[in-house]
């Protein structure tokens, strides 16, 4: 069936639903954008989930873009749903959205990715992003062990997340003193030298790095910042490297890139997500770990609270996360590092 027609199709079924006063949606879920696999993942998760729910729900993706979120959110609101989980594609343009389905008293539960700068965020179900920059961190420091002036290269996720900021953070903690005693020369970013004495950044210290050194989440503009850095870097500067990179599609980007420079005689490169691809990376030996998220964890949490809301439940939470306006209160999932030796045990048994 063409497109245009599915669309018409189910713009009149939306109709019928809402003039004749049909079934009300419980719960609608928003997600960014199928060209991460991460949330290719979350989606398959929901619908094994949501195989044998009595609550009616649907998933809808923003594609990438902060209008059609919004057109989502709309869409799922006169489909009369009582509760919203949404992933922002841009933190801080989602509270215009969020706001609009609160105002209809729907229960707002931000998944993955914490709502900026909004009072209207009731909950944030989330895995710790401090831990994941961490981890990645402390598998450059452990590969490094007691040797000087190791390269490192630098890369962040889109600074239109929110999370980008905690991975940064994460990592920050534990490279900065590596990077102060003089184990890591940073080669990619003027600021991080800057601030390599600072042991905490202030959010808008983090963007001044973070702006040299962001892939937007992006595979294509991890490319051509690796490449405009190893035309930037010396010999030198190359040889064994050390590569923060903040996920696992970029990851992949950015290894195959190094890889393909003279200089580049080995590289330790971080990840996230164990996305499929990247797991045969690693086996093979071309990325170095990953940071394994069990979404079933979290998709599990995020439906586990929507049914709380539904039928009235005390919601149960683990801490609060700051939004800039409010405590927002939130429930937390642990992540663990993969690298070639417990990919079997972690990923396969798992
Ligand atoms: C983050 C998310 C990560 C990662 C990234 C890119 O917000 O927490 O798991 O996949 O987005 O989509």
């Known amino acids: 069936m063409k497109k245009i027609t599915v669309l018409v199709l189910s713009f009149i079924f939306v109709l019928t639903l809402s003039a004749c006063g049909g079934e009300d949606l419980d719960i609608g879920i928003v997600l960014p954008t199928r060209d991460e696999p991460r949330w290719v993942q979350d989606e398959e998760r ?46 801080g343009a989602a509270g215009a959205a969020v706001e609009m389905a609160k105002d209809e008293g729907i229960t707002v539960i931000a998944y993955d990715r914490l709502i900026t700068d909004t009072e209207a965020v ?46 940064f953070e994460g990592a920050w903690n534990i490279l900065q003193p590596k990077i102060a005693d003089g184990t890591f020369d940073v080669i990619n970013s003027s600021e991080a030298v800057a601030l390599s004495d600072t042991a905490e950044l202030t959010r808008s210290e983090m963007s001044d790095i973070m702006g040299q050194i962001d892939t937007e989440w992006d595979f294509e503009q991890a490319i051509t910042l690796a490449e405009s850095d190893l035309t930037s870097a010396s010999a030198a500067e190359k040889g064994e490297v050390f590569i923060l990179a903040p996920n696992d599609g970029t ?3 950015i290894a195959d890139t190094f890889a393909d420079d003279d200089d580049v005689t080995e590289y330790h490169i971080t990840g996230q997500d164990a996305e499929s691809e990247s797991i045969q990376y690693i086996i093979d030996g071309q990325q170095s770990m990953t940071v394994f998220k069990d979404v079933r964890i979290l998709v599990e949490d995020a439906y586990n ?19 800039g306006e409010i405590d927002v209160p939130s429930k937390q999932t642990e992540v663990i590092t993969v690298t070639q030796d417990n990919v079997i045990e972690e990923i396969f048994d798992s």
């Open 305 to 323: 609270m929507a049914i709380d809301v539904l039928e009235d439940n005390e919601i149960e939470t683990t801490g609060t996360y700051d939004n």
């Open 46 to 91: 929901f619908e094994d989930l949501l195989a044998d729910t009595d609550y009616s729900v649907e998933i809808l993706f923003s594609d990438g873009d902060t209008s059609t979120e919004r057109e989502n959110v709309e869409t799922l609101i006169s489909q009369g749903i009582d509760v919203l989980i949404i992933t922002a594609q841009d933190g």
């Open 122 to 167: 009731d909950y944030y179900v989330t895995f710790d992003s401090i831990q994941v920059g961490e981890a990645q961190a402390q598998y450059l420091v452990d590969q490094a062990g007691d040797t000087e002036g190791n390269p490192l290269y630098l890369y962040a996720g889109g600074t239109f997340d929110n999370n980008a900021f905690l991975f």
């Open 251 to 253: 990851a992949r980007s």
